[in-house]
């Protein structure tokens, strides 16, 4: 099964996991309206406290932004190696 089906499958549901998982990230800050502590309710408190909105949802923004782009990155590079992991296999090796 991990030698045959796993790296198969892996191709095909790589690129909607990785969809979901920014969407999740991003999305994330929709939790604040439920009052639920995170990020931008964090960042809410924060503004309250110090009057300074700007300077707190561009450090918010950077923080979001460097997640996903870190998770996006991620994503490629595992993509990538699929990629070249499925043209180094011999011809006549793999199964048609």
Do not use: D, H
């Not at 549901?13 to 800050?29: A, C, D, H, R, W």
């Amino acid at each position: 099964m991990t030698n045959i089906v796993l790296p198969q499958t892996m191709r095909i549901i790589l690129p909607p996991i990785g969809n979901q998982t920014l969407s999740l990230v991003k999305e994330s800050s929709i939790l604040s309206t439920i009052t639920v502590q995170e990020l931008t309710m964090s960042a809410l408190i924060v503004q309250g406290q110090t009057f300074r909105p700007f300077e707190v949802f561009i450090v918010i923004t950077l923080l979001y932004w460097g997640v996903n782009e870190l998770i996006a990155t991620c994503l490629r590079i595992y993509e990538r190696r699929l990629k070249r992991r499925r043209t180094l296999v011999p011809a006549g090796t793999a199964s048609n």
